[in-house]
């Protein structure tokens, strides 16, 4: 699914997709319709635009992955500020692509953002994870005697969210361990499972609040 305000860009966008094979399930041109449609046609990816009338991307992005946490959304912005970018990954967002990015590379970053690779344009990756390390270096509030038991990973669960936290994408991890790019998404989905997250994003802020990214 599409949502972007200008009909152009859009129709550009959605045609691009088209004809590369995806299916096109909706667009949206303001943020209230893009929550009606997305609930309704309910797309694996949503392609989506900041700076929306009617509702901005980002509570349009909390929303929707607040419904259903398997939608990937990828932003695609003309905003590159720093600011942007951290609040729509807090958001829920998969990844963020300047609408400087060609059309190769935006058909590569949906194709990615499906799989559940983070995508971020050249440069705004190291500040993503800068942030959550700042996150997670952050005091942790004090809780009861009561607090659950940490779930348990298998090694190999263990080696694949470390390579995951220093922002291999499923591709490299793959690689790196001579397994194939499927078993790599069945223990990272086994590892949200077990530890109760719902995506990769907050399963690299997980891992480097244990410090695993150093490992």
Same mark, same amino acid.
């Given at each position: 699914?599409?949502?972007?305000?200008?009909?152009?860009w859009?129709?550009?966008?959605?045609?691009?997709? !088209?004809?590369?094979?995806?299916?096109?399930?909706?667009?949206?041109?303001?943020?209230?319709? !893009?929550?009606?449609?997305?609930?309704?046609?309910?797309?694996? &990816?949503?392609?989506?635009?900041?700076?929306? #009338?009617?509702?901005?991307?980002?509570?349009?992005?909390?929303?929707?992955?607040? !419904?259903? #946490? !398997?939608?990937?959304v990828?932003?695609?912005?003309?905003?590159?500020?720093?600011?942007?970018?951290?609040?729509?990954?807090?958001?829920?967002?998969?990844?963020?692509?300047?609408?400087?990015?060609?059309?190769?590379?935006l058909?590569?970053?949906?194709?990615?953002?499906?799989?559940?690779?983070?995508?971020?344009?050249p440069? *705004?990756?190291?500040?993503?994870?800068?942030? %959550?390390?700042?996150?997670?270096?952050? #005091? &942790?509030?004090?809780?009861?005697a009561?607090? #659950?038991?940490?779930?348990?990973?298998?090694?190999r669960?263990?080696?694949?969210l470390?390579?995951?936290?220093?922002?291999?994408?499923?591709?490299?991890?793959?690689?790196?361990?001579v397994?194939?790019?499927?078993?790599?998404?069945?223990?990272?989905?086994n590892?949200?499972?077990?530890?109760?997250?719902?995506?990769?994003?907050? *399963?690299?802020? %997980?891992?480097?609040?244990?410090?695993?990214?150093?490992?």
């Amino acid at each position: 699914m599409v949502v972007d305000d200008h009909p152009m860009w859009r129709d550009a966008v959605a045609r691009d997709l !088209a004809e590369s094979g995806f299916d096109v399930v909706a667009t949206a041109g303001d943020g209230e319709q !893009a929550v009606r449609r997305a609930k309704a046609a309910a797309p694996d &990816v949503l392609v989506l635009d900041l700076n929306l #009338p009617a509702k901005p991307g980002v509570q349009v992005c909390k929303e929707l992955v607040g !419904a259903n #946490p !398997a939608l990937r959304v990828l932003v695609l912005s003309a905003s590159g500020e720093h600011a942007d970018v951290l609040e729509a990954v807090k958001s829920g967002a998969t990844g963020y692509l300047l609408k400087s990015a060609s059309t190769e590379e935006l058909i590569d970053a949906v194709r990615r953002t499906a799989v559940g690779d983070p995508v971020f344009t050249p440069g *705004l990756a190291g500040l993503v994870l800068g942030e %959550y390390r700042r996150l997670a270096s952050e #005091p &942790v509030p004090a809780t009861g005697a009561d607090e #659950p038991k940490a779930p348990q990973l298998t090694d190999r669960e263990t080696e694949v969210l470390r390579l995951v936290a220093k922002g291999l994408s499923y591709k490299q991890i793959a690689e790196r361990l001579v397994i194939s790019h499927r078993t790599v998404q069945n223990h990272v989905q086994n590892t949200l499972g077990k530890l109760q997250l719902h995506n990769r994003v907050e *399963l690299v802020r %997980y891992a480097i609040e244990r410090g695993l990214d150093d490992e």
